[in-house]
Protein backbone atom coordinates (compact mmCIF):
# COMPACT_ATOMS: atom_id res chain seq x y z
CA UNK A 1 0.00 0.00 0.00
CA UNK A 2 1.31 3.45 -0.63
CA UNK A 3 1.42 5.70 1.68
CA UNK A 4 0.44 9.35 1.62
CA UNK A 5 2.42 12.06 4.05
CA UNK A 6 1.57 15.63 3.88
CA UNK A 7 3.15 18.47 5.21
CA UNK A 8 3.46 20.35 7.64
CA UNK A 9 0.35 19.10 9.84
CA UNK A 10 -0.37 22.59 10.26
CA UNK A 11 0.65 26.33 8.38
CA UNK A 12 0.01 29.72 9.61
CA UNK A 13 -0.79 31.73 7.26
CA UNK A 14 -1.51 35.45 6.70
CA UNK A 15 -4.67 36.67 4.46
CA UNK A 16 -3.52 37.69 0.92
CA UNK A 17 0.23 35.65 1.53
CA UNK A 18 1.18 32.22 -0.64
CA UNK A 19 0.41 28.94 1.14
CA UNK A 20 2.59 25.87 0.02
CA UNK A 21 1.39 22.37 1.05
CA UNK A 22 3.38 19.14 0.61
CA UNK A 23 2.54 15.73 0.00
CA UNK A 24 4.72 12.83 -0.71
CA UNK A 25 4.15 9.37 -1.83
CA UNK A 26 6.18 5.72 -0.35
CA UNK A 27 6.39 5.09 -4.06
CA UNK A 28 6.16 6.24 -7.58
CA UNK A 29 2.06 7.22 -7.80
CA UNK A 30 2.48 9.19 -11.32
CA UNK A 31 0.38 11.35 -11.60
CA UNK A 32 -2.87 10.22 -10.09
CA UNK A 33 -3.09 12.47 -7.08
CA UNK A 34 -5.94 14.87 -5.92
CA UNK A 35 -6.23 17.09 -3.19
CA UNK A 36 -9.56 17.84 -1.28
CA UNK A 37 -10.35 20.45 0.59
CA UNK A 38 -12.79 19.83 3.95
CA UNK A 39 -14.10 23.13 6.00
CA UNK A 40 -15.41 22.07 9.55
CA UNK A 41 -18.74 20.88 9.21
CA UNK A 42 -18.89 20.21 5.62
CA UNK A 43 -18.06 17.25 3.47
CA UNK A 44 -14.63 16.99 1.65
CA UNK A 45 -14.71 19.25 -1.61
CA UNK A 46 -12.58 18.09 -4.74
CA UNK A 47 -10.21 20.98 -5.66
CA UNK A 48 -6.92 19.17 -8.20
CA UNK A 49 -7.37 15.90 -9.62
CA UNK A 50 -4.58 14.40 -12.10
CA UNK A 51 -2.13 16.21 -9.66
CA UNK A 52 -2.27 20.00 -11.40
CA UNK A 53 -6.72 19.88 -13.01
CA UNK A 54 -8.65 21.85 -10.90
CA UNK A 55 -11.94 20.94 -10.34
CA UNK A 56 -15.09 22.98 -11.67
CA UNK A 57 -15.26 25.86 -10.33
CA UNK A 58 -12.11 26.11 -8.11
CA UNK A 59 -10.60 29.50 -8.59
CA UNK A 60 -7.81 29.98 -10.35
CA UNK A 61 -5.47 30.89 -7.29
CA UNK A 62 -5.59 27.41 -6.15
CA UNK A 63 -2.67 24.56 -8.21
CA UNK A 64 -1.37 21.96 -8.26
CA UNK A 65 2.03 20.86 -9.35
CA UNK A 66 4.19 17.17 -8.95
CA UNK A 67 4.90 14.48 -10.38
CA UNK A 68 5.96 10.67 -9.24
CA UNK A 69 6.18 10.66 -5.35
CA UNK A 70 6.50 14.65 -4.64
CA UNK A 71 3.34 16.84 -4.81
CA UNK A 72 2.59 20.11 -4.32
CA UNK A 73 -0.89 22.52 -3.54
CA UNK A 74 -0.27 26.39 -3.81
CA UNK A 75 -3.07 28.20 -2.78
CA UNK A 76 -2.02 31.91 -3.74
CA UNK A 77 -3.47 35.13 -1.93
CA UNK A 78 -5.47 33.31 0.41
CA UNK A 79 -8.73 34.40 1.19
CA UNK A 80 -10.41 33.99 3.96
CA UNK A 81 -12.34 30.89 3.11
CA UNK A 82 -9.49 29.28 2.11
CA UNK A 83 -8.40 28.48 6.02
CA UNK A 84 -9.43 24.88 6.51
CA UNK A 85 -7.94 21.55 6.12
CA UNK A 86 -6.29 20.09 2.68
CA UNK A 87 -6.13 16.00 1.90
CA UNK A 88 -4.17 14.97 -0.22
CA UNK A 89 -5.08 11.16 -1.91
CA UNK A 90 -3.25 8.99 -4.10
CA UNK A 91 -5.87 6.61 -6.14
CA UNK A 92 -6.13 4.11 -8.78
CA UNK A 93 -9.12 3.06 -10.94
CA UNK A 94 -8.14 -0.72 -12.12
CA UNK A 95 -8.78 -1.94 -9.17
CA UNK A 96 -10.37 0.92 -7.75
CA UNK A 97 -8.72 2.24 -4.39
CA UNK A 98 -7.53 5.55 -2.89
CA UNK A 99 -4.72 6.24 0.41
CA UNK A 100 -5.36 9.71 1.91
CA UNK A 101 -2.63 11.85 3.27
CA UNK A 102 -2.81 12.64 6.82
CA UNK A 103 -4.11 16.08 6.18
CA UNK A 104 -2.62 20.16 6.43
CA UNK A 105 -4.62 21.96 8.40
CA UNK A 106 -4.02 25.77 6.94
CA UNK A 107 -5.16 28.16 9.68
CA UNK A 108 -5.26 31.98 9.86
CA UNK A 109 -1.69 33.53 11.00
CA UNK B 1 -28.02 20.61 -9.52
CA UNK B 2 -25.94 17.34 -8.83
CA UNK B 3 -27.09 16.48 -5.25
CA UNK B 4 -26.32 13.70 -2.94
CA UNK B 5 -28.45 12.86 -0.18
CA UNK B 6 -26.89 10.25 2.55
CA UNK B 7 -29.81 8.82 5.24
CA UNK B 8 -30.00 6.03 7.86
CA UNK B 9 -26.80 6.59 9.89
CA UNK B 10 -27.54 6.62 14.26
CA UNK B 11 -26.87 5.00 17.01
CA UNK B 12 -26.19 1.19 17.09
CA UNK B 13 -24.95 -1.20 19.34
CA UNK B 14 -21.63 -3.40 19.03
CA UNK B 15 -22.35 -6.45 16.43
CA UNK B 16 -25.49 -4.73 15.74
CA UNK B 17 -26.23 -3.62 11.99
CA UNK B 18 -27.12 -0.26 9.90
CA UNK B 19 -28.39 0.26 6.12
CA UNK B 20 -27.29 4.01 4.77
CA UNK B 21 -28.68 5.18 1.76
CA UNK B 22 -27.73 8.07 -0.76
CA UNK B 23 -30.60 9.69 -3.17
CA UNK B 24 -28.30 11.30 -6.21
CA UNK B 25 -30.25 13.46 -8.24
CA UNK B 26 -29.29 16.24 -11.30
CA UNK B 27 -27.26 13.60 -13.29
CA UNK B 28 -27.18 10.68 -15.14
CA UNK B 29 -27.08 8.19 -11.90
CA UNK B 30 -26.40 4.68 -14.07
CA UNK B 31 -23.56 6.10 -15.75
CA UNK B 32 -21.02 6.74 -12.90
CA UNK B 33 -19.80 4.68 -10.21
CA UNK B 34 -19.88 5.11 -6.47
CA UNK B 35 -18.04 5.29 -3.02
CA UNK B 36 -18.43 5.30 0.33
CA UNK B 37 -15.82 7.09 2.36
CA UNK B 38 -15.45 7.49 5.86
CA UNK B 39 -14.42 9.85 9.14
CA UNK B 40 -13.93 8.78 12.24
CA UNK B 41 -14.50 12.26 14.59
CA UNK B 42 -11.33 14.53 14.52
CA UNK B 43 -9.34 11.69 12.18
CA UNK B 44 -9.21 11.70 8.79
CA UNK B 45 -10.53 9.95 5.27
CA UNK B 46 -10.95 7.02 4.77
CA UNK B 47 -12.10 5.00 1.85
CA UNK B 48 -14.74 2.05 2.57
CA UNK B 49 -15.76 1.21 -0.47
CA UNK B 50 -16.34 1.20 -4.66
CA UNK B 51 -19.22 0.03 -7.01
CA UNK B 52 -19.27 0.39 -10.75
CA UNK B 53 -21.80 1.58 -12.99
CA UNK B 54 -23.81 -1.35 -13.49
CA UNK B 55 -23.19 -3.18 -9.88
CA UNK B 56 -20.39 -5.88 -12.05
CA UNK B 57 -17.69 -4.69 -9.66
CA UNK B 58 -17.73 -3.98 -5.87
CA UNK B 59 -14.69 -3.25 -3.66
CA UNK B 60 -13.88 -2.86 -0.05
CA UNK B 61 -11.49 -1.81 2.38
CA UNK B 62 -9.76 -4.69 4.34
CA UNK B 63 -11.13 -3.16 7.14
CA UNK B 64 -14.98 -3.80 6.00
CA UNK B 65 -14.57 -6.71 4.08
CA UNK B 66 -17.04 -9.82 5.08
CA UNK B 67 -18.80 -6.98 6.95
CA UNK B 68 -19.74 -4.27 4.76
CA UNK B 69 -21.87 -4.49 1.40
CA UNK B 70 -22.48 -1.93 -1.30
CA UNK B 71 -25.18 -1.74 -3.71
CA UNK B 72 -27.07 0.42 -5.67
CA UNK B 73 -30.49 0.61 -7.57
CA UNK B 74 -29.96 2.56 -10.73
CA UNK B 75 -33.80 2.89 -11.41
CA UNK B 76 -34.29 4.29 -7.92
CA UNK B 77 -30.98 6.59 -8.00
CA UNK B 78 -29.85 5.23 -5.11
CA UNK B 79 -26.22 3.47 -3.36
CA UNK B 80 -26.16 1.55 -0.39
CA UNK B 81 -24.49 0.61 2.32
CA UNK B 82 -25.32 -2.41 4.28
CA UNK B 83 -23.28 -2.84 7.41
CA UNK B 84 -23.01 -5.93 9.75
CA UNK B 85 -21.00 -6.70 12.98
CA UNK B 86 -20.83 -3.33 13.67
CA UNK B 87 -17.35 -2.44 15.88
CA UNK B 88 -16.76 0.84 17.99
CA UNK B 89 -14.19 1.17 15.24
CA UNK B 90 -16.80 1.79 12.68
CA UNK B 91 -18.22 4.97 14.36
CA UNK B 92 -17.58 7.95 12.09
CA UNK B 93 -19.29 10.40 9.34
CA UNK B 94 -20.02 8.41 6.36
CA UNK B 95 -20.16 10.49 2.84
CA UNK B 96 -21.09 8.76 -0.47
CA UNK B 97 -19.35 10.51 -3.14
CA UNK B 98 -19.49 9.90 -7.05
CA UNK B 99 -16.61 9.45 -9.16
CA UNK B 100 -15.66 12.22 -11.19
CA UNK B 101 -15.95 11.28 -14.85
CA UNK B 102 -18.15 8.83 -16.15
CA UNK B 103 -16.40 5.28 -16.14
CA UNK B 104 -13.97 6.49 -13.52
CA UNK B 105 -14.91 5.63 -9.54
CA UNK B 106 -12.15 7.90 -8.44
CA UNK B 107 -11.20 11.02 -7.59
CA UNK B 108 -14.30 11.52 -5.98
CA UNK B 109 -16.88 14.76 -6.84
CA UNK B 110 -19.47 15.48 -5.75
CA UNK B 111 -19.80 14.45 -2.26
CA UNK B 112 -22.95 13.94 -0.14
CA UNK B 113 -22.81 16.26 3.58
CA UNK B 114 -22.81 12.98 5.31
CA UNK B 115 -24.43 10.50 7.99
CA UNK B 116 -23.30 9.84 11.24
CA UNK B 117 -23.03 6.14 12.53
CA UNK B 118 -22.39 5.68 16.27
CA UNK B 119 -20.80 2.06 17.83
CA UNK B 120 -22.06 1.83 21.61
CA UNK B 121 -23.53 0.06 23.69
Known amino acids: ETVMTQSPGTLSVSPGERATLSCRAS??????LAWYQQKPGQAPRLLIS???TRATGVPARFSGSGSGTEFTLTISNLQSEDFAVYYC???????????FGQGTKLEIK | EVQLVESGGGLVKPGGSLRLSCAASGFSFNMYAFNWVRQAPGKGLEWVSS????????YYADSVKGRFTISRDNAKKSLYLQMNSLRAEDTAVYYC??????????????WGQGVLVTVSS
Open chain 1, 50 to 52: GAS
Open chain 1, 89 to 99: QHYTNWPPGCT
Open chain 2, 51 to 58: INSNSNYT
Open chain 1, 27 to 32: QSVNNN
Open chain 2, 97 to 110: ARGLLMMYTLPFDP
